[in-house]
Nanobody
Framework: QVQLVESGGGLVQPGGSLRLSCGAS????????MGWYRQAPGKQRELVAT???????NYADSVKGRFTLSRDNAKNTVYLQMNSLKPEDTAVYYC?????????????????WGQGTQVTVSS
C-alpha cells in the first residue's frame, strides 16, 4: 500500500559524495518518519540515520559529521547526503518509513522498506 523508491546509489571513490533519495507513494494519510539503514555483506542491517520524536536526527556514530538526513514533506521524499565517504560505508542502503495509510474503514499505521540501493566506495 506504500511504495518506497530509492535512487542515487553508485560507485564513488574514497572521500567522495553521494546523495540518496527515497520517495514514498501510495495511500498515504501521514508519513510519521522516514530514515535510512544499511547492510554490508556478511553483516546485519544497521541504522544510519533516523528522525527522533523530538525533531532531531539519530545518526550512527560511524557517520556522524559526514552524513545528513533531510526531508521534503511536500514531495514525501527523504534524502541522505553522504560526504567524505569511506570504503567501510560500502553497503546496500535501505529507506524505511513509518506511514499511516488510508483504508476502506479508517487508517492503519505500518512500517515499510524500500528495495535498497547499492553504494560502493572504492578506488
Amino acid at each position: 500500500q506504500v511504495q518506497l523508491v530509492e535512487s542515487g546509489g553508485g560507485l564513488v571513490q574514497p572521500g567522495g559524495s553521494l546523495r540518496l533519495s527515497c520517495g514514498a507513494s501510495g495511500r498515504i494519510f501521514k508519513i510519521n518518519a522516514m530514515g535510512w539503514y544499511r547492510q554490508a555483506p556478511g553483516k546485519q542491517r544497521e541504522l544510519v540515520a533516523t528522525p527522533t520524536s523530538g525533531g532531531r536526527t539519530n545518526y550512527a556514530d560511524s557517520v556522524k559529521g559526514r552524513f545528513t538526513l533531510s526531508r521534503d514533506n511536500a514531495k514525501n521524499t527523504v534524502y541522505l547526503q553522504m560526504n567524505s565517504l569511506k570504503p567501510e560505508d560500502t553497503a546496500v542502503y535501505y529507506c524505511n518509513a513509518d506511514v499511516t495509510t488510508t483504508q476502506t474503514m479508517g487508517i492503519r499505521r505500518g512500517d515499510y522498506w524500500g528495495q535498497g540501493t547499492q553504494v560502493t566506495v572504492s578506488s
